[in-house]
């Protein structure tokens, strides 16, 4: 299987900062890779896909980047609502795999 | 405009049987994989296994192989996952999800909390 190993697995931070959540994947799957926010008592929401396409809906304040087995996700500018766990998944080959999961909270 | 919907919370003592559904509206529901996932409490998501509903194709992870069984009902654009003896072990939130072209997971239900106790 691909590992998927995500950090840090905690981020503390203060609204209006800058986020930065990377992947690292064991071996090479190209763009296959996307970023879910997930709050508690929530189901997950995909935030980006294909490593830096933004789903629908996501403001422009997350992006993605990276390919092959280095990956980043980016929140500009933290707003309240962004308070989270973050976590990646590869959907490059079966079965798929997630990051450990990054929380973010409040400073 | 896509939907996942799954069904209600299930209370369950160990030894029963269970079947959770999760239907999808909006879409041409037998062209597009569902993903299920088990996400235990405090922890992260694991999947079970996919299945393409327009052929009933199957993929189940090797650990929930033989522990449940993910079947589909296109007449009416439902996916299930089933359980013939539930365990403790099985307490978790169940969650589907519609895959897009590239079986990324982008609509998902609101999850189906299945407790486990005697």
């Known amino acids: 299987d691909i590992q998927m190993t995500q950090s840090p697995s905690s981020l503390s931070a203060s609204v209006g900062d800058r986020a930065t959540i990377t992947c690292r994947a064991s071996?090479?799957?190209?763009?296959?890779l996307c970023w879910y926010q997930q709050k508690p008592g929530e189901a997950p929401k995909r935030l980006i896909f294909?490593?830096?396409r933004l789903h629908s809906g996501v403001p422009s304040r997350f992006s993605g980047s990276g390919s092959g087995t280095e990956f980043t996700l980016t929140i500009s500018s933290l707003q309240p609502e962004d308070f989270a766990t973050y976590f990646c998944?590869?959907?490059?080959?079966?079965?798929?795999?997630f990051g450990q999961g990054t929380k973010l909270d409040i400073k | 405009e896509v939907q996942v919907v799954q069904s209600g919370a299930e209370v369950k003592e160990p030894g029963e049987s269970l079947k959770i559904s999760c239907k999808g509206s909006?879409?041409?529901?037998?062209?597009?994989?569902i993903g299920w996932l088990r996400q235990m409490p405090g922890k992260g998501l694991e999947w079970m296994g996919i299945?393409?509903?327009?052929?009933?194709?199957?993929r189940y992870i090797p650990s929930f192989q033989g522990q449940v069984t993910i079947s589909v009902d296109k007449s009416v654009n439902t996916a299930y996952v089933q359980w013939t003896s539930l365990k403790a072990s099985d307490t978790a939130m169940y969650y589907c999800?519609?895959?897009?072209?590239?079986?990324?997971?982008?609509?998902w239900g609101q999850g189906t909390r299945v407790t486990v106790s005697s």
């Open positions: 999800a519609r895959l897009d072209g590239a079986h990324s997971p982008d609509y």
């Open positions: 909006g879409y041409k529901f037998t062209s597009w994989w």
């Open positions: 299945i393409y509903p327009g052929d009933s194709d199957t």
């Open positions: 071996q090479d799957i190209r763009n296959d």
């Open positions: 294909a490593a830096s």
């Open positions: 998944l590869q959907q490059n080959t079966f079965p798929y795999t």
